[in-house]
């Protein structure tokens, strides 16, 4: 088990107020160390962070922890530590190597190419801006690039774009109400570097899942000026950024990567955890090759009360002092990983992150699963996480892209609808009842992998100019090209394409659970087959704003979309419905097949049987009553469809037809029907309906 101990009152914690705690007299540095004979702190006295002013030897107390004070250690101090201690094949201490301070808030680079620590001016006026408090079931999340949101965006001043202050910009934050999203999840902000085999190859970092600090933001997507002024001014435009979001009603989570550190393998940089205690900082072997679970060349130990401790001070830092709503945990499970690196869902940080209460409201997801032993958890994390639902992705793009190439070569797709319409409806076979359908992070596509047009466009991935031979980035796409291999100007494969990316937007609007959209996707952006763009830090992956007129079409109807789950709390539940009892803000479900009868179980997972109208109704709390029709054909050639009769039903009026090229047809006539009276479906779409 974790060796974890009972906690003690602020006062007893010996792994209190970790880094560095300025007053106006000086400032405090507390740094833990559980194998190190000496551990001192070194001020420097120019801008380059070259010339060391003094150093000061911290004494060792209690809880492995080394403290001492200095005057010296004001804010805007920049400040190193240094250790020595014992060789051997587990330890890395080198008594003249400056070393980050893993709970410093600031970071800045020297001239000899090192990185230094800063004492930061935390003081800002929130003004009385507070955090929305989206509940989950309103939440529509908008995984984005801090940066490339803005890299193209002519709306933007010149000197903004690519910056917080770009995302924080009157036109970028009416981008996103327009569109419909409540939360935008930024791709990794903690200061990051990049691999030194991309910087050999003249590439770089784009992504970010390369940590340097746990603590600062990452300099580089801060504003010119707020760059030169240092670390402080950094800080100030992030949370300048986080402000304005929240007074436009937006919420905005984090994607941290607590899992692995920018030193990579044991030959890596050493720039912070390997120069203090690389014995307990990181999972290794008696011979110092690292226990490696996230395939990024090292793993933290969170079987260590000194490294869960890390994830939680940094994550009531941001949740507090900087006020970000949420967290997107990277490859989660090599937290969840004891002392002999089994994943155990109860492992104490797992239940510590959302039990804490100076947590308390703050969203947790999971990505569940890592490269190690069991590494695949989709589903087993304890109640307050939410997870990224892999199958959720995997059988939507099946259901609109690979069974319908199926379809197209062969004449019958290999899959019926079951498995498309369970996860539909909140993938109750994955997550335990208790935990209800919020616990499902709906997505169709995320920064890794192909944008929901290149889904449509490309049967294989081509990454040749990421330099590593086309070997990186998935072979398993799950994608279906429509017949031809990237661009064309056929008129049949560029509508075939289109109605999939409409199809694939209204799965994803329409499923119980929270669904996520990826930046690019409501206009269809493309990065030509690329599905692994981390280390393209240009056009290929910043959004353009230069969009065709299919482009804005599309763009509407995911507005629409969003718009019509906002208004139908029955497309919204809370928990999971309980068969023959009305179940608090869950849905009642009822599936019937073409014919308006019940669906039976034979055709539940027929191949044949493609077609399904799902009757969704909801058991209020906060909302009116509210029942929706949905219908979903999964078959190229038309079909006809019996409306359903059903108690309590009257009438049912189309609110959506994904067969509509763009938002809707102006002529209104014709949109309303009654049970029993048939309408025609083009194949493969998604009809919507209101119950009254």
């Not at 997801?365 to 995997?394: C, H, K, L």
């Not at 998935?474 to 031809?484: E, K, P, Q």
């Not at 291999?485 to 799965?507: F, H, I, S």
């Given at each position: 088990?974790?060796?974890?101990?009972?906690?003690?009152?602020?006062?007893?914690?010996?792994?209190?107020?970790?880094?560095?705690?300025?007053?106006?007299?000086?400032?405090?540095?507390?740094?833990?160390?559980?194998?190190?004979?000496?551990?001192?702190?070194?001020?420097?006295?120019?801008?380059?962070?070259?010339?060391?002013?003094?150093?000061?030897?911290?004494?060792?107390?209690?809880?492995?922890?080394?403290?001492?004070?200095?005057?010296?250690?004001?804010?805007?101090?920049?400040?190193?530590?240094?250790?020595?201690?014992?060789?051997?094949?587990?330890?890395?201490?080198?008594?003249?190597?400056?070393?980050?301070?893993?709970?410093?808030?600031?970071?800045?680079?020297?001239?000899?190419?090192?990185?230094?620590?800063?004492?930061?001016?935390?003081?800002?006026?929130?003004?009385?801006?507070?955090?929305?408090?989206?509940?989950?079931?309103?939440?529509?999340?908008?995984?984005?690039?801090?940066?490339?949101?803005?890299?193209?965006?002519?709306?933007?001043?010149?000197?903004?774009?690519?910056?917080?202050?770009?995302?924080?910009?009157?036109?970028?934050?009416?981008?996103?109400?327009?569109?419909?999203?409540?939360?935008?999840?930024?791709?990794?902000?903690?200061?990051?570097?990049?691999?030194?085999?991309?910087?050999?190859?003249?590439?770089?970092?784009?992504?970010?899942?390369?940590?340097?600090?746990?603590?600062?933001?990452?300099?580089?997507?801060?504003?010119?000026?707020?760059?030169?002024?240092?670390?402080?001014?950094?800080?100030?435009?992030?949370?300048?950024?986080?402000?304005?979001?929240?007074?436009?009603?937006?919420?905005?989570?984090?994607?941290?990567?607590?899992?692995?550190?920018?030193?990579?393998?044991?030959?890596?940089?050493?720039?912070?955890?390997?120069?203090?205690?690389?014995?307990?900082?990181?999972?290794?072997?008696?011979?110092?090759?690292?226990?490696?679970?996230?395939?990024?060349?090292?793993?933290?130990?969170?079987?260590?009360?000194?490294?869960?401790?890390?994830?939680?001070?940094?994550?009531?830092?941001?949740?507090?002092?900087?006020?970000?709503?949420?967290?997107?945990?990277?490859?989660?499970?090599?937290?969840?990983?004891?002392?002999?690196?089994?994943?155990?869902?109860?492992?104490?940080?797992?239940?510590?992150?959302?039990?804490?209460?100076?947590?308390?409201?703050?969203?947790?997801?999971?990505?569940?699963?890592?490269?190690?032993?069991?590494?695949?958890?989709?589903?087993?994390?304890?109640?307050?996480?939410?997870?990224?639902?892999?199958?959720?992705?995997?059988?939507?793009?099946?259901?609109?892209?690979?069974?319908?190439?199926?379809?197209?070569?062969?004449?019958?797709?290999?899959?019926?609808?079951?498995?498309?319409?369970?996860?539909?409806?909140?993938?109750?076979?994955?997550?335990?009842?208790?935990?209800?359908?919020?616990?499902?992070?709906?997505?169709?596509?995320?920064?890794?992998?192909?944008?929901?047009?290149?889904?449509?466009?490309?049967?294989?991935?081509?990454?040749?100019?990421?330099?590593?031979?086309?070997?990186?980035?998935?072979?398993?796409?799950?994608?279906?090209?429509?017949?031809?291999?990237?661009?064309?100007?056929?008129?049949?494969?560029?509508?075939?394409?289109?109605?999939?990316?409409?199809?694939?937007?209204?799965?994803?609007?329409?499923?119980?659970?929270?669904?996520?959209?990826?930046?690019?996707?409501?206009?269809?952006?493309?990065?030509?087959?690329?599905?692994?763009?981390?280390?393209?830090?240009?056009?290929?992956?910043?959004?353009?704003?230069?969009?065709?007129?299919?482009?804005?079409?599309?763009?509407?109807?995911?507005?629409?979309?969003?718009?019509?789950?906002?208004?139908?709390?029955?497309?919204?539940?809370?928990?999971?419905?309980?068969?023959?009892?009305?179940?608090?803000?869950?849905?009642?479900?009822?599936?019937?097949?073409?014919?308006?009868?019940?669906?039976?179980?034979?055709?539940?997972?027929?191949?044949?049987?493609?077609?399904?109208?799902?009757?969704?109704?909801?058991?209020?709390?906060?909302?009116?009553?509210?029942?929706?029709?949905?219908?979903?054909?999964?078959?190229?050639?038309?079909?006809?469809?019996?409306?359903?009769?059903?108690?309590?039903?009257?009438?049912?009026?189309?609110?959506?037809?994904?067969?509509?090229?763009?938002?809707?047809?102006?002529?209104?006539?014709?949109?309303?029907?009654?049970?029993?009276?048939t309408r025609e479906v083009s194949g493969t779409s998604i009809q919507l309906y209101r119950a009254a």
């Amino acid at each position: 088990m974790p060796d974890t101990e009972p906690s003690a009152p602020a006062s007893q914690d010996p792994l209190r107020d970790l880094g560095v705690t300025a007053t106006i007299d000086g400032g405090t540095i507390r740094a833990w160390s559980a194998t190190a004979t000496s551990v001192e702190v070194c001020l420097f006295s120019d801008s380059g962070a070259e010339h060391v002013a003094e150093c000061i030897t911290l004494e060792p107390g209690p809880g492995s922890v080394w403290s001492g004070f200095s005057p010296g250690l004001a804010v805007g101090a920049t400040y190193s530590v240094r250790a020595d201690g014992p060789s051997g094949p587990t330890h890395r201490f080198d008594r003249e190597r400056h070393l980050l301070d893993p709970w410093s808030r600031g970071v800045v680079e020297s001239r000899d190419g090192g990185v230094r620590s800063v004492v930061t001016d935390e003081a800002f006026d929130w003004n009385g801006a507070r955090k929305p408090g989206t509940p989950l079931d309103h939440t529509v999340i908008y995984e984005m690039h801090a940066a490339g949101f803005t890299k193209l965006n002519p709306a933007v001043p010149a000197e903004l774009r690519g910056t917080y202050a770009g995302l924080a910009h009157e036109n970028s934050i009416a981008y996103l109400r327009d569109l419909g999203v409540t939360a935008v999840e930024l791709l990794p902000v903690h200061r990051f570097t990049s691999e030194e085999r991309l910087v050999q190859q003249g590439l770089r970092n784009y992504w970010g899942y390369n940590t340097l600090s746990f603590f600062s933001p990452h300099a580089d997507y801060a504003s010119p000026g707020a760059r030169l002024s240092g670390p402080s001014a950094v800080l100030r435009e992030f949370k300048g950024m986080v402000k304005l979001l929240h007074e436009a009603g937006i919420e905005v989570i984090l994607d941290v990567v607590f899992n692995h550190t920018g030193e990579e393998g044991p030959n890596g940089p050493t720039t912070s955890f390997r120069g203090l205690d690389n014995a307990h900082y990181y999972r290794q072997m008696p011979d110092g090759d690292y226990i490696d679970v996230t395939g990024c060349g090292n793993t933290l130990d969170f079987s260590r009360e000194i490294t869960q401790r890390l994830v939680l001070d940094s994550l009531r830092y941001w949740a507090n002092d900087v006020q970000i709503d949420g967290f997107r945990f990277d490859l989660a499970p090599a937290l969840g990983r004891d002392t002999d690196v089994h994943f155990d869902p109860r492992h104490p940080l797992l239940t510590a992150i959302v039990s804490d209460p100076a947590l308390a409201g703050v969203k947790m997801i999971a990505e569940p699963w890592d490269v190690g032993m069991g590494g695949w958890q989709t589903g087993s994390f304890p109640t307050g996480w939410s997870e990224w639902n892999d199958g959720y992705r995997d059988r939507m793009r099946d259901f609109w892209l690979t069974d319908i190439a199926a379809e197209r070569a062969h004449g019958e797709a290999p899959h019926g609808i079951g498995g498309m319409a369970r996860r539909l409806a909140g993938s109750a076979h994955a997550f335990a009842h208790e935990r209800g359908p919020l616990a499902s992070v709906n997505f169709v596509t995320a920064h890794d992998g192909f944008t929901l047009a290149d889904l449509t466009a490309y049967n294989q991935k081509h990454n040749l100019a990421n330099g590593e031979g086309n070997r990186d980035g998935t072979d398993d796409n799950h994608s279906h090209n429509h017949g031809v291999e990237g661009p064309t100007d056929d008129p049949a494969v560029t509508d075939a394409r289109r109605l999939t990316m409409r199809n694939l937007l209204g799965t994803l609007a329409l499923s119980a659970g929270v669904p996520m959209l990826t930046a690019g996707d409501e206009f269809g952006r493309s990065q030509h087959g690329n599905n692994n763009g981390y280390c393209h830090d240009d056009d290929l992956t910043w959004l353009s704003w230069d969009h065709e007129p299919w482009q804005r079409d599309l763009a509407e109807v995911t507005r629409t979309l969003l718009r019509l789950r906002r208004e139908n709390p029955a497309l919204r539940p809370v928990r999971f419905g309980v068969l023959g009892e009305s179940t608090p803000s869950a849905t009642e479900m009822d599936w019937f097949g073409s014919d308006g009868a019940a669906m039976s179980s034979e055709n539940w997972d027929a191949p044949g049987s493609r077609t399904l109208q799902y009757l969704a109704s909801s058991t209020p709390e906060h909302e009116d009553f509210n029942r929706i029709l949905l219908v979903v054909h999964g078959r190229t050639s038309p079909t006809t469809v019996v409306l359903p009769r059903h108690e309590g039903v009257a009438s049912y009026r189309l609110l959506w037809d994904s067969a509509w090229p763009s938002d809707q047809p102006e002529d209104d006539e014709g949109r309303t029907a009654s049970p029993g009276d048939t309408r025609e479906v083009s194949g493969t779409s998604i009809q919507l309906y209101r119950a009254a």
